[in-house]
């Protein structure tokens, strides 16, 4: 017979040889138990967040900059909903993370009780999987499995919702030594003949893309991904999820396609005939209205998520399987092709592509009144924190921007709330991010509406001694929204002023935090200020950019129209120049 222990201490037990380094929570009723001998953990390091939802990005941060599981806990009721955005935001992002959740006695379950919620039916449709454990015996497993099925196949959330009894409860711990979970196999090895078949398609195209997603990240595919386009000089878009997959600084590299991205990358998927999605899924915002999205192109669509392939676009050539074994498979049978004399000629193709690049550059106007441009803000310091630095951005215009502006080298070191788009990620994700990378300099690129949904996190970091840095881009308004009523609403701008008076004033909010808060509003300070930041180690540090409020991002697809009908700063659709 083992040692009887609780079911809390088999929870920690579990989370130890789960290797979960990490634990950003707040403890309430029901997780109570679990608090006591988490307390004695030597290899568990809990962090008292001050909001759940907080907890949830900080596990997100965490498991994007280093590939490993993240890892969020919270009571009962309110607790558990306040996970759910982090949940629905990891899902969309196929980020791996588990959420641990306390939850009524079993015996209460369904009767309304104090704190109590469904969280397993909740968040049902957001979750790669959920369990609900009343039994301690089971806890172990439960586990096992969570961090199995968060971090393999197409990664995802995974919650384990635990009853207060099962935690009270006596038990033998067992970590289980092999896991049986049927049905649940998912494809790594491609098929040779699709593999193939994709290679003879690559060669015979005139006008091809490497239109690159977030997938190739997750599958830590970057370096086979580079081999691929220099194999085949093949121009490469990265989505806003893929940005750092390629290096930025490489001459096949097209940009950010999508709703703001470059005019050269939406183009060159527009005048595309074959599209090699790897890891992408052909979303709304990279394809603008579908029917018109790459109306000449077939498709290559390789993706570890069968569900993917086939939900937007129709693939002529569907390749099941993990990124990390696909590219090299397909570089054996591309230079198979090559041996036998094939070879691609993009000639043409190339030079359509770099008078595209040459014609409609990414730029932006400096304001006419020497007030300070966002732009330029976001520029610098890509500039002087450099290719190394981990950047994580809210959502809004500060999202593009630093999508635009900041040269990316490397993977996971842009991080940034792509399909559920919510505010409020930046500073959580970018606390996570610096726990998992303690030696890197870790950016919160934020808006003045996000920071005020999470901002509460500087408390957490300031006391836990995680330095990390803020860079405010404060226009006093709802940015993105104000533009879409520039644009669209006629110039009507209904409840998107943030600001009158400087309320807050956000270098007090910081000092208030115990961190460094420091102002600009000239171009002259921009570069001084942001070097007294770098030198700043001993505690977070807020800058309050105060910017022009009415900076757009450009270019621009709105909603619901074609990617033929791009606008460059208000001008209308770009002339793509001719196919001959």
Not at 548 to 577: C, E, F, L, Q, Y
Request: proline share 6%; hydrophobic share 45%; glycine share 10%.
């Amino acid at each position: 017979m083992g040692e009887k222990i609780t079911g809390a201490q088999s929870l920690v037990l579990s989370l130890e040889a789960a290797e979960a380094g990490t634990v950003f929570g707040i403890p309430g009723g029901a997780i109570l138990p679990a608090y006591d001998p988490l307390m004695d953990s030597t290899k568990v390091r809990h962090i008292l967040v001050r909001h759940e939802q907080g907890a949830g990005h900080a596990a997100e941060g965490y498991a994007a900059a280093t590939g490993r599981v993240g890892v969020c806990m919270a009571t009962s009721g309110p607790g558990a909903t306040n996970l759910v955005t982090p949940l629905a935001d990891a899902n969309m992002d196929s980020v791996p993370i588990v959420a641990i959740t306390g939850q009524v006695p079993s015996a209460a379950i369904g009767t309304d009780a104090f704190q109590e919620a469904d969280i397993r039916g909740i968040t049902m449709p957001i979750t790669k999987h959920n369990f609900l454990i009343t039994n301690a015996d089971e806890i172990p497993r439960a586990i096992a499995e969570a961090f199995h099925l968060a971090s393999t196949g197409r990664p995802g959330p995974v919650l384990v919702d635990i009853s207060k009894d099962a935690l009270q409860a006596e038990t033998e711990f067992a970590w289980p030594t092999q896991l049986d979970l049927p049905g649940y196999h998912p494809v790594t090895r491609p098929h040779a003949k699709q593999v193939r078949e994709a290679a003879r398609l690559i060669m015979a195209a005139k006008q091809p893309v490497l239109y690159v997603g977030g997938g190739v990240i997750r599958a830590r595919a970057s370096a086979a991904l580079r081999t691929l386009a220099e194999l085949t000089g093949i121009p490469v878009v990265t989505t806003l999820m893929a940005r750092g997959a390629f290096p930025d600084s490489h001459p096949l590299h097209m940009g950010m396609p999508g709703m703001h991205g470059s005019v050269a990358a939406v183009g060159a998927l527009q005048k595309s005939d074959l599209l090699i999605a790897l890891g992408a899924r052909f979303d709304d915002r990279v394809t603008g209205k579908l029917s018109s999205f790459a109306p000449n192109a077939a498709v290559i669509h390789a993706d570890i998520d069968p569900a993917e392939i086939g939900k937007n676009r129709q693939a002529d050539v569907p390749i099941v399987g993990d990124l990390a074994e696909i590219l090299p498979e397909l570089v054996i049978a591309i230079q198979a092709e090559q041996a036998d004399g094939k070879v691609g000629e993009y000639e043409a193709w190339w030079s359509l592509l770099s008078r595209m690049r040459e014609t409609y550059p990414l730029g932006y106007e400096a304001p006419d009144d020497g007030s300070l441009s966002p732009q330029y803000v976001i520029e610098r310091l890509g500039i002087i924190s450099g290719p190394e630095s981990i950047y994580a951005a809210g959502v809004g215009q500060h999202q593009m921007w630093a999508s635009q502006f900041i040269k990316y080298e490397h993977p996971n070191t842009w991080l940034n709330s792509g399909g559920l788009g919510t505010m409020g990620y930046a500073v959580p994700a970018a606390m996570g991010a610096k726990v998992g990378r303690p030696d890197a300099t870790v950016w919160a690129v934020d808006g003045d509406g996000c920071f005020q949904m999470t901002n509460q996190e500087l408390a957490t970091c300031t006391i836990n001694d995680i330095p990390i840095k803020v860079a405010l881009i404060n226009n006093g308004n709802l940015g993105m929204v104000r533009q879409w009523q520039t644009l669209f609403y006629s110039e009507r701008y209904s409840n998107t002023d943030l600001q009158s008076f400087r309320i807050p004033d956000f270098v007090k909010l910081a000092e208030a935090y115990g961190c460094y808060g420091l102002r600009c509003d000239s171009p002259e300070q921009v570069d001084v200020t942001i070097e007294k930041a770098m030198a700043i180690n001993d505690a977070p540090v807020v800058i309050d950019f105060v910017v022009h409020k009415d900076a757009m991002v450009w270019p621009m697809v709105a909603a619901g129209t074609s990617n033929d009908d791009i606008m460059v700063a208000r001008a209308m659709a770009p002339d793509w120049g001719s196919d001959d």
